[in-house]
């Protein structure tokens, strides 16, 4: 299925949602609007965001300190959690 057959799709689930809308608010003389330029758009959109080359997301590195500390505060947390437990 291509780009455009699935744009294609979207446009007439929303034309069929806004007839749905419309008829369940009263205005059932209200058509809804269909804009001739609607597609071309949603294309070239499609072909822009397509065009542009991926932006490399960097992983974050944690220091050796970093990942200490963290498995430092996770031990109090659980020690914490193990204490509240035994209260009980």
Do not use: C
């Not at 699935?6 to 809308?21: G, K, P, Y």
């Not at 974050?60 to 437990?85: C, D, F």
Request: no cysteine.
């Amino acid at each position: 299925m291509g780009v455009s057959e699935i744009l294609a799709s979207v446009d007439r689930e929303i034309a069929m949602l806004q007839q749905a809308r419309a008829l369940l608010s009263g205005n059932s003389a209200a058509a809804p609007k269909k804009r001739a330029d609607r597609r071309k758009r949603a294309i070239a959109t499609v072909k822009s965001i397509a065009s542009k080359p991926a932006k490399r997301v960097r992983k974050r590195k944690l220091t050796p300190e970093g990942r200490k500390r963290i498995a430092e505060a996770v031990r109090r947390r659980w020690e914490a959690q193990r204490k509240a437990a035994a209260a009980k």
